[in-house]
């Protein structure tokens, strides 16, 4: 699964980036790549949000389970097959 990007454009004093661009080379990093490392670093404590289930989710689970035990349910290797069932 591939992560959805975004772009974000920054203005620096000149000076700045020059600073950034050094430790860039140091690391054998591009500037982007450093920029996003720095970045990582920053967010890497912030725990995501976690979520609980809807009723109406954890009913259909329950549900998917059940009909998984008892057979029920039907393999399809390709998005033509689930759509025809």
Sequence with gaps: MQNQT????VTLPVQMQNYLQAKADTFGLSLSAYIRNLIFNDVQ?????VFEMSQSSLDALD???KEAKEGK???ANTIDE????
Excluded: H, K, V
């Design 73 to 75: 349910l039907i393999e």
């Design 6 to 9: 975004t772009q974000i454009r």
């Design 82 to 85: 689930l759509l025809a069932d």
């Design 63 to 65: 549900l998917a389970l």
């Design 45 to 49: 404590d912030i725990a995501y949000p």
